[in-house]
């Protein structure tokens, strides 16, 4: 049993995948041109990596040993799920407001984040697209 | 001068001088009847109100007015203040709100302010409550536990524009329509470089007002408190935590907004403030402020 099926039914780590997978087919990525860096992206203890070199998108779905990342996003399964809810609920509905109630952790060199804020967000945000769909 | 496609706000600029220092300050208005001074939030500017300037339910009885801030909007820096670094705190707050009030000679109006505007309506009842006809504090609390640090909001490597807006995105209702919640966010792209940050310290660190909220007469001020349920920044609970310390308050929490109300869903601010203005004008004839 998959330990990111959660309270739900749902594996929150492989809606993400998918998600993101398909930004960078779309090639959602062209929003930040001059992204260069390694984030993980964490549900639960999946962790997943996700490469950006000048607009381009790359998933490994581990985390290599001793691989460099530059910043991590961590949440549980049931944070990731609320947060992507067809019309999300009050406290849910942000990354950040996830973060204020302490669901949600940024961790690392930030810089690339901040600065690439709003997309970061919507890419995120992205399986809640899936799980209307 | 009148064109079919003319709206019924009008902008101008008014002189005057806050804390001994003389402003150009830009306000626009629409309507006739009470005077109802709104004030932004911080980092924006007083187009956040143009929905109730064009509500005819509200300007048939309601005088609407909305200044930008010095450093806001069309209101430039005081003269000479350009390399000063901004910072906003209670006195020059309330001293801006008094000094725009007394240059428009209005007469017992009523304000309204949202955020760090909610926040001085709160000092403003309880230091200068006679002056007003009534106070509305929107996503107002006496207090708020910061959720990010405002160093990221104005440093060379970061997009100040970018990043104020998309640190606020988040306090938009999803259920807010795209137009609106894009306008909204669009003045936090469009704000000059550390105001947002400059506004924040008046919110983080020098506008406490926890304990010092005492002495408020809501019977000689009424103050209305009213709070959108997604506001993480501003919740309800602080809201409401706010409101038991002051007697006769009257706190409404707001389904489906978030932290702009009246800039973001406007037909639904609309539901929630229209009830308020109707009580206030049904109480000003036996009022005199």
Known sequence: MNQNTGVTGVDAAALLRRALASAAAAGMTQRAPYLSARVVVGVDEAMTLVQFHEGRLELRERVPLLCPWDFAIRGGAAAWLAYWAPVPEPGSHDLFALSKRGLMSFEGDLRPFMAHLQFFKDLLALPRGERRA | ?289
């Open chain 2, 1 to 289: 001068m009148s064109a079919p496609g003319f709206e019924p706000i009008a902008g101008r600029y008014v002189r005057f001088e806050i804390e001994g220092e003389p402003c150009r300050v830009y306000f626009e208005e629409a309507g006739q009847g009470i005077p109802l001074v709104c004030l932004h939030t911080a980092g924006a500017d007083g187009r956040q109100f143009r929905h109730l300037m064009l509500d005819e339910a509200i300007t048939s009885h309601y005088r609407v007015l909305a200044f930008d801030l010095p450093w806001h909007g069309k209101s430039y820096p005081p003269e000479g203040a350009f390399d000063r670094e901004y910072r906003l705190t209670t006195d020059l707050y309330v001293a801006s709100v008094r000094a725009f009030c007394a240059a428009l000679e209005l007469q017992g109006p009523v304000v309204m302010g949202c955020s760090i505007g909610g926040r001085i309506v709160l000092q403003l009842a309880a230091r200068h409550g006679g002056e007003f006809r009534a106070l509305i504090g929107l996503e107002a609390a006496d207090f708020q536990q910061p959720w990010y640090d405002t160093a990221w909001l104005n440093r060379p490597d970061v997009h100040g524009g970018e990043v104020c807006a998309a640190l606020v995105s988040g306090l938009v209702a999803p259920q807010s329509p795209r137009q609106f919640r894009d306008e909204t966010l669009w003045q936090y792209k469009q704000g000059g470089p550390g105001i947002f940050k400059g506004d924040l310290h008046f919110y983080r660190v020098d506008g406490d007002l926890r304990g010092k909220l005492t002495g408020i007469d809501t019977r000689r001020c009424p103050l209305y408190l009213l709070t959108g349920e997604y506001d993480f920044s501003c919740t309800p609970e602080d809201t409401l935590r706010t409101a038991a310390s002051i007697p006769g308050s009257q706190v409404t929490v707001m389904k489906e907004v978030g932290h702009f109300p009246m800039s973001e869903n406007p037909a639904q601010f609309r539901r929630y403030i229209l009830p308020v203005l109707d009580e206030i004008r049904a109480g000003a004839s036996g009022q005199t402020p």
